[in-house]
């Protein structure tokens, strides 16, 4: 076999073959460098002194369903210019790696569309030879994101696991990248990230949040040139747990049994829009019956479905409009729950409205979790923290579908 054939099928450069071997499903090629790849690894010199030679064996890439290995008998020389006596480098493959480079990039390829151990069943190596591989490439590609051209973040927080363990993300909206993964769900776990962006001197113009205190102090303490988004889908929300609170004390100090019946099994109904309400199971029916009764729930069911006119204005002056409108209407209701979520809006109501400014949510982040998800249940869990943490900064590359 040529040395050019040796490199199209197998990927072996500047080696010529000497003997080639086959059991039942492996071959094994016997190489042995070129002339001019004889010489001094540290200063690359050819004025060498054969001192003998060793042997190393490198798993390569298969050909059909046979495995291969290259066999490779690497001679020691002793330098002439700088004196040194060590073995040549292989080229083949890195320090300490019993796998070419070529073999490598494969399992990278693979790792796009396969899980660690599919891999490592398909190509006959161990779980930890893969996940060592998809390690280094990540630590080398992934491990600290570039933070220069970012200008729209969003911040929140996952549950992962069991025990109630959550992660800070901040995720670049433009891009779709996790920028950073801080441990717990405190404001404090993004003092390593607020560093990081004062050194990458980036110049972000939004960040979208939830309306949690301890985020709002630290956005407007470390980014104060940036407008804050309130996330409208975490106000709407807060409101369906304002209604369920509201439900679940209705349904508690009710002393009709009739009134306990109907209120009984409507959480969802009336969380749910009125175009999503089932007839055949007769939704729309029983919500009207629990409304009809109940005439401080059915406020709020109203105020509820109105609250979300608050994103549909045409322009900002008439969302600031509606907000202090839908303001008063709860105001005026009598419904302590009602009021004090109002005072709240109105409170936050420059944040709500920055949305027309800058229409970005923290929604991305939900697509996000689900991918981590499904990473973990493709895993069945990591336990290498770092290795789950690089995996989390290359999620917006990650394909996820449905194989077999």
């Given at each position: 076999?040529?040395?050019q054939?040796?490199?199209?099928?197998?990927?072996?450069?500047?080696?010529?073959?000497?003997?080639?071997e086959?059991e039942?499903?492996?071959?094994?090629?016997?190489?042995?460098p070129?002339?001019?790849?004889?010489c001094?690894?540290?200063c690359?010199?050819?004025?060498?002194?054969?001192?003998g030679?060793?042997?190393?064996?490198?798993?390569?890439?298969?050909v059909g369903?046979?495995?291969?290995w290259?066999?490779?008998?690497?001679?020691?020389?002793?330098?002439?210019d700088?004196g040194?006596?060590?073995?040549i480098?292989?080229?083949?493959?890195g320090s300490k790696?019993?796998?070419t480079?070529?073999?490598e990039r494969y399992?990278?390829?693979?790792?796009?569309?396969m899980?660690?151990q599919?891999?490592?069943?398909?190509?006959?190596v161990?779980?930890d030879?893969?996940?060592?591989?998809q390690?280094r490439?990540l630590?080398?590609?992934y491990?600290q994101?570039?933070?220069?051209q970012?200008?729209?973040?969003?911040?929140?927080?996952?549950?992962?696991?069991?025990?109630?363990r959550?992660?800070?993300?901040?995720?670049?909206l433009?891009?779709?990248?996790?920028?950073?993964?801080?441990?717990?769900?405190?404001?404090?776990?993004?003092?390593?990230?607020?560093?990081?962006l004062r050194?990458?001197?980036?110049?972000?113009?939004?960040?979208?949040?939830?309306?949690?205190?301890?985020y709002?102090?630290?956005?407007?303490?470390?980014?104060?040139?940036?407008t804050?988004v309130?996330?409208?889908?975490?106000?709407i929300?807060l409101m369906?747990?304002?209604?369920?609170?509201?439900?679940?004390?209705?349904?508690?100090?009710?002393?009709?049994?009739?009134?306990?019946?109907?209120?009984?099994?409507?959480?969802?109904?009336?969380?749910?829009?009125?175009?999503?309400?089932?007839?055949k199971?007769?939704?729309?029916?029983?919500?009207?019956e629990a409304l009809r009764?109940?005439?401080?729930?059915?406020?709020?069911?109203?105020l509820?479905?109105?609250?979300?006119?608050?994103?549909?204005?045409?322009?900002?002056?008439?969302?600031?409009?509606?907000?202090i409108?839908?303001?008063q209407?709860?105001?005026?209701?009598?419904v302590?729950?009602?009021?004090?979520f109002?005072?709240?809006l109105?409170?936050?109501?420059?944040?709500i409205?920055?949305?027309?400014?800058?229409p970005?949510?923290t929604g991305?982040?939900?697509?996000?979790?689900n991918?981590?998800?499904?990473?973990?249940?493709?895993?069945?869990?990591?336990?290498?923290?770092?290795?789950?943490l690089l995996?989390?900064?290359q999620?917006?590359?990650t394909?996820?579908?449905?194989?077999?």
């Amino acid at each position: 076999m040529s040395s050019q054939m040796l490199y199209q099928v197998f990927r072996v450069k500047s080696y010529r073959l000497t003997k080639l071997e086959t059991e039942e499903h492996r071959v094994f090629l016997h190489v042995e460098p070129q002339h001019h790849r004889v010489c001094c690894s540290a200063c690359r010199s050819r004025n060498v002194i054969r001192r003998g030679e060793s042997v190393r064996w490198f798993r390569n890439l298969p050909v059909g369903s046979e495995l291969t290995w290259v066999v490779a008998t690497l001679p020691r020389v002793e330098c002439r210019d700088c004196g040194l006596v060590r073995q040549i480098d292989s080229g083949l493959a890195g320090s300490k790696r019993t796998y070419t480079h070529a073999f490598e990039r494969y399992v990278l390829e693979l790792s796009r569309y396969m899980t660690i151990q599919d891999i490592g069943r398909h190509l006959g190596v161990s779980w930890d030879i893969v996940k060592d591989i998809q390690k280094r490439h990540l630590r080398k590609h992934y491990a600290q994101p570039q933070l220069k051209q970012v200008r729209q973040i969003a911040i929140d927080e996952i549950c992962i696991g069991r025990g109630h363990r959550y992660l800070t993300l901040v995720l670049d909206l433009q891009s779709g990248a996790i920028l950073f993964v801080g441990q717990g769900k405190k404001a404090e776990s993004l003092q390593p990230f607020w560093r990081r962006l004062r050194a990458a001197r980036a110049n972000v113009e939004a960040v979208a949040i939830d309306m949690s205190p301890a985020y709002l102090s630290a956005v407007e303490e470390h980014l104060p040139a940036a407008t804050v988004v309130f996330d409208h889908f975490h106000i709407i929300k807060l409101m369906n747990e304002k209604l369920t609170a509201l439900r679940r004390d209705l349904h508690r100090e009710a002393v009709d049994k009739r009134r306990q019946q109907v209120l009984k099994g409507t959480r969802w109904l009336l969380l749910k829009t009125p175009e999503n309400l089932d007839p055949k199971k007769g939704e729309p029916k029983r919500l009207r019956e629990a409304l009809r009764l109940n005439e401080s729930l059915a406020t709020a069911y109203y105020l509820k479905e109105d609250l979300r006119q608050i994103w549909q204005q045409p322009s900002k002056f008439a969302a600031r409009r509606k907000l202090i409108d839908w303001y008063q209407q709860a105001m005026a209701s009598g419904v302590r729950i009602l009021q004090e979520f109002a005072r709240l809006l109105l409170a936050r109501q420059d944040g709500i409205l920055a949305w027309y400014d800058y229409p970005i949510s923290t929604g991305p982040l939900e697509g996000t979790n689900n991918k981590i998800k499904t990473m973990q249940r493709q895993h069945y869990g990591l336990r290498d923290q770092e290795f789950f943490l690089l995996k989390l900064y290359q999620l917006h590359e990650t394909k996820y579908a449905l194989v077999g």
